[in-house]
């Protein structure tokens, strides 16, 4: 990683680095998020529509939930690995809310089938807790009938290598210090504050993906992206699924014999 790319992170930590970036893209006429804007989004997507919220409850409780009922949306489901929260519950019940609660890991098949099929899905915060974001962007994909509104924490991109990322886990405390976004009031980052903390599961933190690098996973995964709101340290995006969702279908055993015999036949399998 050169010099160059580390005080371009460095000043972009900085409140004023980071207003003034800002600045710049939305001159250049790029569109500049915030996590504020997740709230108008799910009222403009969830009107209407069957509505899920993938990692409701760390310190929101199933707001987005609540709100995409108010706003119109049924069969309003929030899912997570823990809870619900007294706060979740006691929301449910003095709005007499019909918001489901879902305890269950969203890249699991068991937790995806009692989802179900969702209109607009809903997923901030959880892409860069999960050590293989491709299979959670498969399975919101799976998911997804028509509007995915993702956000997620990025890293800047590295000039000269596009889809680049950073693995935290095992890092070492130096090269931690670069991702550590203390500077602009995150509290606690699991896995950069500190070490990796392997009993911590998907509270740690596990991939800095570079903003090109998360749009070709979600793209490769099986979305159109038709709108990115871009932060120094976070992407908020609205997709629509596409037609040709990434799947690799395993053939049946008679087939799969075939298809050995084809390769052999081909000579074109050698060890690499
Ligand atoms: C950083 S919090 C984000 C909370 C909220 N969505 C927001 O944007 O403010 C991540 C949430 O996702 C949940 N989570 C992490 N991995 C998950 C998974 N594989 N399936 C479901 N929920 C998950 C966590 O438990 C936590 O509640």
């Keep these: 990683m050169s010099l160059r790319y580390r005080l371009k992170v460095r000043l972009l930590k900085t409140r004023r680095g980071n207003l003034l970036w800002r600045h710049w893209r939305a001159r250049r006429g790029?569109?500049?998020?915030?996590?504020?804007?997740?709230?108008?989004?799910?009222?403009?997507?969830?009107?209407g529509n069957s509505f899920v919220d993938i990692g409701c409850m760390w310190g929101v409780n199933g707001d987005f939930a609540f709100l995409a009922?108010?706003?119109?949306?049924?069969?309003?489901?929030g899912v997570d690995v823990f809870g619900p929260t007294p706060e979740f519950e006691q929301k449910r019940h003095e709005r007499n809310s019909a918001v489901e609660f879902v305890l269950g890991d969203c890249t699991q098949p068991e937790t995806i089938g009692r989802i179900g099929a969702t209109d607009v899905v809903l997923c901030a915060g959880v892409l860069y807790h999960h050590p293989a974001p491709f299979d959670l962007l498969v399975a919101?994909?799976?998911?997804?009938?028509k509007t995915l509104i993702l956000r997620t924490s990025t890293i800047p991109e590295m000039p000269g290598v596009p889809n680049a990322a950073v693995f935290y886990p095992m890092l070492d405390a130096d090269h931690r210090a670069l991702w550590n976004l203390?500077?602009?009031?995150?509290?606690?980052?699991?896995?950069?504050?500190?070490?990796?903390?392997?009993?911590?599961?998907?509270g740690n933190w596990f991939w800095g993906l570079t903003p090109s690098a998360l749009r070709s996973l979600i793209e490769t995964a099986g979305f159109h992206v038709?709108?990115?709101a871009t932060e120094a340290f976070a992407q908020t995006l609205l997709c629509t699924p596409v037609e040709s969702a990434f799947r690799h279908e395993l053939p049946n055993p008679v087939q799969a014999q075939q298809v050995g015999a084809e390769v052999s036949a081909a000579g074109v399998a050698r060890p690499a």
Excluded: M, N, W
């Design 30 to 47: 790029d569109t500049v998020g915030s996590y504020a804007d997740l709230a108008e989004y799910v009222r403009r997507f969830a009107p």
């Design 69 to 77: 009922e108010e706003a119109g949306a049924r069969a309003v489901k």
């Design 140 to 145: 919101l994909r799976s998911l997804c009938r």
């Design 182 to 202: 203390s500077s602009l009031g995150l509290l606690h980052q699991v896995g950069i504050s500190d070490a990796f903390e392997p009993q911590q599961g998907y």
């Design 226 to 228: 038709d709108h990115v």
